[in-house]
């Protein structure tokens, strides 16, 4: 039973994380320490699992809490969600604000001016002021219910702030990727071997189409809101200027910033300004909007069937120049994936001189048919890689031909293959080098052990890698631990003194946990937040390279491309000697995070698997409570486990407990195990 002292207090968290949240997320003026927001996360998580009924959708705890989907359900809107007509000049702009004088003669006219965010469009619905459902505009009439994903969005308030929350509140935005954020996400995909998402917008539009909310979770989102749907109750503002203030007060994330116009000046000046400010944003703006500020006024002059007659989008050119395109190189990555690259002559875009552009994969180079000696069109939109779109057809010299995409690697001469890169949007589009010994992905591999997040070893950089590999001093990883001061000063811009510090460097990477060894180790689709996965599953790494690829699926966010990516990197007879090596060199293979979670518990040594719904529980914070108490959890059911808890609707796991007459509890007894004694 909840008491009212435990309820009043789980509404002043839920209140409390909330400010901060926003504070955090939307202000970008945190009022607490990490630490501190820590402490109130972790009352309200404790006030929850003794309280299970407090633990509702709206609770701060649930954020992740959604389940995987097999589909998304229809969601109706219940104001249709348009979109704007563009225009592409000032002249189309002066035609667009005549048009509106002629329509309300003897009015005047006021407008504002937000920048046009480049991301998703979403409409959130609030009924009494709680989070109730989010969908993606479709086909303006009916979208996709994302609501799981959008409550992983950090700015996106669960809970409207303030007393006043009206009856039904539907808002209007665009869901966005900040461009660091894009940028970090990027390289690790590239890290892990997955091909890297090609603009901010993509990436949005691809994760809020996971069906599994915890993969958005881990998706840089964030959200911004200038409009409303359908709106019942006390929520009346007469001015866009006034609507946005009204939904900042609510929580809601407002454009960065808006200009108020009286006049067609003002207008070409605001969308100017605009233009010069929008790369500080630190995401990606498109062009303008201008609004007619007066909202009776809009209804006055409605909409066409497409989009209303009152606001218009101001598209800006994106930032181009034409180069010339002396050859295209072909760079192997470290997994072996062949990338063609443009060699430009040097140009300015966007503020900075660009003689290298990526032309992605084959298919891209044959869509565009991009022939060296073309000029070309470079693009920068924002602040993201140069990219070539186009040839400037006039210019091809008459004798040109067609690029032929090399059929073996330009590195070892090895026959390229294409296999298929799941999720990436060039799915099944990049040739890839199969020869371990290519000296492209020797180098690739040499650099990434030595990476920060990896074995940490300062100055096995690009540079040094090359040095050493063209020397013939290193071949792979085991090599670094077999250097002596006399190789390395005897190698071109060493001194005794660097060498030294490099060996230093190489001596104390031994001792690193296991997480970073195994993401040295590159094994295809295995970066950062895997190689902990399974340091914190695996005592050591040879109990990493016994499991099989079962053992592997048994773990938590471990799917089949993993499970079979490290079953085969074990099972390559090259690389189990390579661990050999390591092993006579000295490296640490014991897992400190390993040791961490298996300190002694109440429930050490036990197995468990969480199936069915937890009521009250999410199945994160069910398996944290297994975990902090030393116990373990797996994702399917054999001899070893020691407890089913079934949640309601369980289905084949509870069946197989039975089967294997594997120890059956419900949520109520599971509880009890996990209470503290
Ligand atoms: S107002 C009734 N304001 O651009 C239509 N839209 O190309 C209301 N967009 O569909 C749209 N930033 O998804 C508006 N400040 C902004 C915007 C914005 C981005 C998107 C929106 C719209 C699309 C039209």
């Given at each position: ?185 990027n390289a690790s995909r590239v890290a892990q071997g997955e091909e890297p998402f090609a ?129 295209i190189t072909i760079q192997v990555g470290r997994t072996g994936a062949l990338t063609p690259v443009a ?13 290298r552009?990526t032309l992605h994969n084959e298919e891209e180079l044959a869509r565009?048919?991009i ?14 890689i ?17 690029f032929v995409f090399p059929r073996s690697c330009p590195e070892c001469g090895t026959a390229v293959s294409k296999t298929a890169v799941e999720d990436g949007a060039d799915a099944g589009a990049v040739w890839r080098c199969a020869n371990q010994d290519c000296p492209a992905q020797a180098r690739g591999r040499l650099e990434h052990w030595?990476s920060?997040?990896a ?7 690009e540079?040094?890698v090359?040095?050493?590999v ?5 071949l792979d990883v ?41 993401l040295g180790l590159g094994i295809l689709h295995v970066g950062?937040?895997v190689a ?27 799917g089949e491309a993993i499970a079979r990516s490290v079953v085969d990197w074990f099972s390559d007879s090259r690389n189990?000697?390579l ?99």
């Open positions: 039973m909840t008491s009212s002292q435990d309820f009043l207090r789980h509404r002043e968290l839920c209140a409390a994380i909330a400010r901060h949240d926003h504070a955090y997320y939307a202000l970008a003026r945190p009022a607490i320490s990490d630490r501190e927001y820590d402490r109130l996360m972790g009352e309200l998580l404790g006030l929850e699992q003794r309280c299970p009924d407090l633990a509702t959708p709206d609770s701060p705890s649930q954020r992740v809490a959604g389940r995987p989907l097999s589909e998304f359900r229809p969601a109706q809107h219940a104001v249709p969600m348009m979109s704007l007509d563009n225009t592409y000049s000032q002249s189309e702009a002066r035609e667009f604000v005549n048009r509106l004088i002629k329509l309300l003669p003897g009015e005047t006219l006021e407008w504002v001016v937000e920048p046009k965010v480049d991301g998703v469009a979403v409409s959130l619905r609030y009924e009494n002021g709680v989070f109730e459902l989010g969908a993606t505009r479709g086909d303006g009439t009916t979208g996709d219910d994302i609501t799981a994903n959008l409550r992983t969005i950090r700015s996106l308030p669960l809970h409207l702030l303030g007393p006043d929350a009206p009856e039904v509140l539907e808002v209007r935005g665009e869901v966005y990727m900040p461009t660091a954020g894009f940028q970090k996400m603009n901010p917008r993509n990436a949005t539009a691809g994760s809020l189409k996971q069906l599994d909310p915890r993969s958005v979770a881990a998706r840089p989102l964030a959200i911004v809101l200038y409009g409303v749907g359908e709106t019942r109750g006390s929520f009346a503002p007469t001015t866009q200027l006034e609507l946005i203030q009204r939904l900042a007060a609510f929580g809601l994330p407002a454009p960065p910033r808006t200009w108020f116009c009286r006049t067609m000046e003002e207008l070409l000046e605001a969308i100017d300004e605009l233009d010069k400010v929008r790369e500080s944003f630190g995401f990606e703006t498109d062009g303008a909007v201008i609004k007619l500020n007066d909202l009776s006024l809009r209804a006055r002059v409605g909409a066409t069937s497409k989009a209303p007659r009152w606001a218009i989008a101001y598209k800006y050119e994106p930032e181009q120049a034409r180069t010339l395109l002396k050859s060699e430009l002559e040097p140009v300015l875009v966007a503020g900075s001189t660009v003689s552009a565009k048919d022939r060296v000696g073309d000029t070309v069109i470079v693009e920068k939109a924002g602040e993201v140069p990219a070539v779109v186009g040839v400037v057809m006039e210019k091809r010299p008459a004798d040109s031909v067609s030595c920060r997040g074995m940490d070893i300062e100055g096995g950089g540079v040094l090359a040095q050493v063209k020397s013939g001093l290193v085991s090599d670094w631990y077999r250097l002596t001061i006399e190789e390395l000063s005897g190698l071109e811009r060493m001194g005794r003194k660097s060498a030294q510090n490099l060996l230093d460097g190489i001596q104390a990477s031994k001792s690193r946990d296991l997480y970073r060894l195994i950062d937040g902990k996965i399974l340091g914190r599953e695996f005592e050591d790494l040879d109990a990493l390279a016994a499991a099989g690829e079962e053992r592997l699926l048994s773990v938590e966010d471990i189990r000697r661990i050999e090596r390591l092993r006579a060199a000295g490296l640490n293979f014991k897992s400190a995070l390993f040791q961490a979670r298996a300190a002694p518990g109440p429930l050490k040594g036990k197995t468990f698997v969480l199936t069915g719904t937890l009521e009250g529980m999410t199945r994160d914070e069910a398996a944290a409570l297994v975990e902090s108490r030393g116990g373990k959890v797996s994702g399917s059911v054999s001899k070893k486990t020691d407890y089913v808890v079934a949640g309601a609707e369980a289905g084949g796991k509870l069946e197989k407990a039975r089967k294997l007459g594997v120890k059956v509890i419900d949520l109520a007894a599971f509880r009890d195990l996990v209470a503290e004694r």
